[in-house]
């Protein structure tokens, strides 16, 4: 599931690779800043697994839902 690639798309790993480049330029551009980012759920799954462990199941099942808010700190 997670080597897949959409058609027209991208893989989870894929977007796994964009999304930690950007979490690492946002680290590095703001370090003593706080950053609002607003995304879809496929993304906010991924944006989780940068700071929590998951296991396949859990982030399979993992889902924000609408107009849901979670913090993390880089």
Same mark, same amino acid.
Do not use: I
């Given at each position: 599931?997670? @080597?897949?690639?959409?058609?027209?798309?991208?893989?989870?790993?894929? #977007? @796994?690779?964009?999304?930690?480049?950007? #979490?690492?330029?946002?680290?590095?551009?703001?370090?003593?800043?706080?950053?609002? #980012?607003?995304?879809?759920?496929?993304?906010?799954?991924?944006?989780?697994?940068?700071?929590?462990?998951?296991?396949?199941?859990?982030?399979? @099942?993992?889902?924000?839902?609408?107009? @849901?808010?979670?913090?993390?700190? #880089?």
């Amino acid at each position: 599931c997670f @080597a897949w690639r959409y058609p027209g798309g991208e893989s989870m790993f894929q #977007l @796994a690779h964009r999304v930690y480049g950007v #979490l690492e330029e946002l680290r590095e551009k703001y370090p003593d800043k706080t950053v609002l #980012l607003v995304c879809h759920g496929g993304v906010c799954r991924v944006l989780r697994t940068y700071f929590v462990d998951m296991s396949n199941e859990d982030f399979r @099942a993992f889902s924000m839902g609408n107009c @849901a808010l979670e913090e993390f700190q #880089l």
